[in-house]
T-cell receptor
Framework: AQSVTQLGSHVSVSEGALVLLRCNYSSSVPPYLFWYVQYPNQGLQLLLK??????LVKGINGFEAEFKKSETSFHLTKPSAHMSDAAEYFC????????????FGTGTQLKVEL | DAMVIQNPRYQVTQFGKPVTLSCSQTLNHNVMYWYQQKSSQAPKLLFHYYDKDFNNEADTPDNFQSRRPNTSFCFLDIRSPGLGDAAMYLC?????????????FGPGTRLLVL
C-alpha cells in the first residue's frame, strides 16, 4: 500500500543547531514530494517540492530536502535553527495516478530552544 | 495580495445543526479543495472542484457536501454535525489538477461542535 511516514512526532533542537525532519514514503514509483509548514492556528505553507528534477531541493526560510530513491526518503534539513522555525511540519506526497491529491504524513512538531 | 480567504476563522455549532463554512480566492485558480484536519492529525482531503466538476473522495461521509457557485467561492456544508466533526477545515486552491501544481492553503476554520 502507498503511504507516507514521518518519524518522530516531536523534535527538539537548540537554536543554531541542525534541523533534521524525516520523511519516508512507500510506493513502487517515486511520487511527487512536498514539505509544508503550519504555524499555530494558521493554514499550510509550502516550503519546497520535488517534482522529478534535481534531487536536492531548496526551499524557503533556508530549508532544503534531498530525494533519495534508494532509501525512499525525502528528509528536510536546515543547517541552523531559529526560534521562528518552531512549528509543525508535514511531509506530503502525490502518488502516481493520484491526480493532485495530497496525502500527508502525521506531522512533526519542531521545538526550538535557547 | 492574491490569497485564499476563509470565513469565519472560528465557528461554533450545535450537535445536529447545519453549518456552512466559506472559502474565497483571488488567485483565479481552477481547482478548489476542502481538507479536514482533526486535532494532532494530518489533513485529509474531503473533496475538490475542478471548475464546476465536483470530485468526492470515496471515504468522505455523506454528511459533508460542497457548493461552488462561481470561480471565486466554495462552500463546505455539514448537514448534521456530530461531535466527531470538530476539526480544522482547510481550503486550498491550485491552477490545475496536475501534481506539479502547488496547492495554496487558506488559514482554516476551526469548527467546534457542542
Amino acid at each position: 500500500a502507498q503511504s507516507v511516514t514521518q518519524l518522530g512526532s516531536h523534535v527538539s533542537v537548540s537554536e543554531g543547531a541542525l534541523v533534521l525532519l524525516r520523511c519516508n514514503y512507500s510506493s513502487s514509483v517515486p511520487p511527487y514530494l512536498f514539505w509544508y509548514v503550519q504555524y499555530p492556528n494558521q493554514g499550510l505553507q509550502l516550503l519546497l517540492k520535488y517534482t522529478s528534477a534535481a534531487t536536492l531541493v531548496k526551499g524557503i526560510n533556508g530549508f532544503e530536502a534531498e530525494f533519495k530513491k534508494s532509501e525512499t526518503s525525502f528528509h528536510l534539513t536546515k543547517p541552523s535553527a531559529h526560534m521562528s522555525d518552531a512549528a509543525e511540519y508535514f511531509c506530503a506526497v502525490i502518488f502516481t495516478g493520484g491526480g493532485n491529491k495530497l496525502t500527508f504524513g502525521t506531522g512533526t512538531q519542531l521545538k526550538v530552544e535557547l | 495580495d492574491a490569497m485564499v480567504i476563509q470565513n469565519p476563522r472560528y465557528q461554533v455549532t450545535q450537535f445536529g445543526k447545519p453549518v456552512t463554512l466559506s472559502c474565497s480566492q483571488t488567485l483565479n485558480h481552477n481547482v478548489m479543495y476542502w481538507y479536514q484536519q482533526k486535532s494532532s492529525q494530518a489533513p485529509k482531503l474531503l473533496f475538490h472542484y475542478y471548475d464546476k466538476d465536483f470530485n468526492n473522495e470515496a471515504d468522505t461521509p455523506d454528511n459533508f457536501q460542497s457548493r461552488r457557485p462561481n470561480t471565486s467561492f466554495c462552500f463546505l456544508d455539514i448537514r448534521s454535525p456530530g461531535l466527531g466533526d470538530a476539526a480544522m477545515y482547510l481550503c486550498a486552491t491550485s491552477r490545475q489538477v496536475t501534481p506539479q501544481e502547488t496547492q495554496y492553503f487558506g488559514p482554516g476554520t476551526r469548527l467546534l461542535v457542542l
